[in-house]
């Protein structure tokens, strides 16, 4: 015949019991017993949040429309002494780019939707800046507002022989980057330094084409050219 196979279905009474007519159905090799989820069931979804917030603590998603501001006005809004410039959100071991005022202002961009395991965070001001790498002298310098990548660099000792300051990055507590844009020795893009943010200096490429070692290679091998040419020359005359 066409039938493949039977299905029986058996309703589940209050307090996960079965009716009798499933406790009295007889199973056979083959069968397959499937229990179907609640209608609308979704598991319960967590967020982190920590530091300088009204009311640190774990939050539950409640609507799948849930995004960051409201989970922080959930937890009170900030506290006078936070930080914006040092919100992070963590998702999976990883800090998502997002502007704080922006998210608070509903930009969808950085007001986004929420994951289970997301983690926010906020800090106090640290009133410092960071500046390593190719540097004299990599430290943490004191956060002074209205001075350039440039002015931090010197600060902590210049730039060494081999420091190209002109395209240094600049890493911020929020997650983002932006870097020095210079052409031609002038400077075109110069990121603003806020609090907390770190400074590095990229060395100088290496040119291996002009290096000391390059030129001294080739002169070698030119000697050792001359020189075999004047004992092949040697060697007809003999």
Excluded: C
Aim: charged share 20%; no cysteine; hydrophobic share 45%.
């Amino acid at each position: 015949t066409d039938t493949t196979s039977k299905v029986f279905t058996f309703p589940v009474a209050p307090g996960l019991r079965l009716a009798d007519v499933a406790a009295q159905f007889v199973l056979e090799a083959d069968d397959r017993i499937q229990v179907r989820g609640a209608p609308g069931f979704r598991a319960q979804r967590v967020v982190s949040v920590s530091g300088m917030f009204t009311y640190p603590g774990d939050y539950a998603i409640t609507a799948s429309s849930e995004r960051v501001a409201d989970i922080v006005a959930r937890a009170g809004g900030t506290l006078p002494v936070a930080y914006r410039g040092s919100f992070k959100l963590t998702r999976g071991g990883k800090v998502v780019g997002i502007d704080f005022n922006r998210a608070m202002r509903g930009n969808k961009d950085h007001n986004i939707l929420l994951q289970a395991g997301d983690q926010l965070s906020i800090a106090e001001d640290p009133r410092t800046v960071f500046v390593t790498g190719a540097v004299n002298r990599p430290s943490l310098v004191v956060y002074e507002p209205g001075l350039s990548v440039l002015d931090y660099i010197e600060l902590a000792g210049g730039p060494t022989d081999k420091g190209l300051a002109k395209h240094a990055v600049v890493d911020y507590l929020s997650g983002f980057s932006r870097r020095v844009r210079a052409f031609a020795g002038v400077v075109l893009v110069n990121p603003a330094v806020e609090s907390g943010a770190v400074i590095t200096v990229p060395p100088k490429p290496e040119d291996k084409d002009n290096s000391a070692e390059s030129w001294a290679r080739v002169l070698g091998a030119s000697s050792a050219i001359a020189s075999l040419i004047l004992a092949i020359a040697a060697i007809k005359k003999l």
